[in-house]
Each structure stands twice: as structure tokens, then as C-alpha cells.
């Protein structure tokens, strides 16, 4: 197996598709309250991402905005999946997207050269003109358009559901 991409990867592959992005540095955050200081730094949709699997172990990741609500008790009628999903294991999130638990990212459809993963965006947060993720780890966040995120995740061999996943 390839050790996964790096960030310098993925700004590789976002240049190569001729994608503008920015990053900024930033302390290690794990969790969406802890990133909420930098919003008056860095404009545009904030994530929170979730990796879940269904009763037939396929997986997806849930990007909605930050402060949006998920029931994983209905979400699997929404999304396609087998009964209703729970989190998947964090070896399986190495694996597939080449990240750790806190660093959970729609970038990391780079890393998923299988096509193991469906990743699904809230219609609520394509709203927005610029997403913003972690770039593969937690202490950085990149902002793109939200018409280059859909290009990127093509571009890497995903189709994005752009669905109502959020209460």
C-alpha cells in the first residue's frame, strides 16, 4: 500500500487542475469549537466532516457546515446506505483517506485511490462561494470555490452527492 498524499501533494494535484486556493497555519484543532476563533480570518463555509460506514462496511464522508446537525439514526435513508451507519474505525480512516481522527477532510478523497469512500456535501453548504477543510491535517485550513471542490473530487475519481443531509 502507498503512504498517503501530504498536503504538498494536494496542492500539487489543486495546481495541476489549475484550482486557486489559500492556506493558513494555524494551531492543531480537533474539534469545531476549537476552530471558531479563526472564522474572522478565514471567510467562507467552515466543515465539519463525518466518517461513517453502513451494515454492508461501505463508507462515507458527510461534509456539512460546521455548526449543522447530522441524525445518524435517519441519514443513512438519505444517503443511500444500508441500515443506519455508525462511525467508521479509525484504521479504516487511515486507510482510506490517509488521515487521522480530528483530521477528518473532503480533501482526503485523494488519498481514496480505490474509490472506497462516497462523499456526500449538504446542499446548505454548497451555498457557499468559498469551502474551507483541513488540507489532510489539523493545523491548516484551505479555502476553495465550491465549483473546484466538486472539479477536485471528480478529478480524483468521485462522483459527489450533493444532498439534504442536514436537520
Request: glycine fraction near 10%; proline fraction near 5%.
Amino acid at each position: 500500500m502507498l503512504p498517503p498524499r501530504t498536503a504538498g501533494d494536494f496542492f500539487l494535484f489543486l495546481d495541476g487542475l489549475g484550482i486557486s486556493h489559500s492556506t493558513k497555519a494555524h494551531a492543531p484543532v480537533f474539534t469545531v469549537a476549537e476552530s471558531t476563533s479563526l472564522r474572522d480570518e478565514i471567510p467562507g463555509g467552515h466543515t465539519k466532516n463525518l466518517f461513517v460506514k453502513d451494515k454492508k462496511d461501505r463508507y462515507f464522508v458527510l461534509t456539512v457546515e460546521e455548526n449543522a446537525t447530522v441524525d445518524l439514526k435517519t441519514v443513512h435513508k438519505v444517503i443511500g446506505a444500508s441500515g443506519r451507519v455508525s462511525f467508521g474505525r479509525p484504521e479504516k480512516l487511515m486507510e482510506y483517506l490517509g488521515v487521522v481522527p480530528g483530521s477528518v477532510t473532503v480533501f482526503g478523497a485523494i488519498n481514496d485511490a480505490g474509490g472506497d469512500v462516497t462523499f456526500i456535501l449538504d446542499e446548505d453548504l454548497m451555498r457557499h462561494d468559498v469551502i474551507n477543510g483541513h488540507p489532510l491535517s489539523n493545523d491548516a485550513t484551505t479555502s476553495i470555490d465550491s465549483g473546484d471542490l466538486l472539479r477536485f473530487l471528480e478529478a480524483t475519481g468521485h462522483t459527489p452527492l450533493v444532498l439534504k443531509v442536514t436537520d
